[in-house]
């Protein structure tokens, strides 16, 4: 199993973002959904106001190669399936 670091930023259509600078520590690619899953709904449950309809988690590797794209519309959906 190798473990890589990732940067989960957080960026919005209107050219808002929250840069993860510190990044996190992953063991497997499919730990990288639920990963992108929680950064987003922290993000949202701290500002609940804020419309967040277009923004999206991007991933990257520490070579700062993409990873995954996660829109917050689906974490917010599949939070609400639950």
């Given amino acids: 199993m190798t473990v890589q670091r990732y940067h989960f930023h957080c ?4 050219g808002d973002a929250v840069f ?3 990044g996190r520590w992953v063991p497997r ?3 990288l ?3 992108a899953d929680r950064v987003a709904a922290a993000l949202m449950a701290a500002a ?3 419309d967040w309809s277009d ?3 991007d ?3 520490a070579r700062g190669r993409r990873a ?3 829109p917050f519309a689906e974490v917010r959906s599949r939070e609400r399936s639950l």
């Fill in 11 to 14: 960026v919005g259509g209107g």
């Fill in 20 to 22: 993860d600078l510190a």
């Fill in 29 to 31: 690619l499919q730990a």
């Fill in 33 to 35: 959904s639920p990963q």
């Fill in 48 to 50: 609940p106001d804020t």
């Fill in 55 to 57: 923004w999206l988690v």
């Fill in 59 to 61: 991933v990257h590797d």
């Fill in 68 to 70: 995954l794209m996660r």
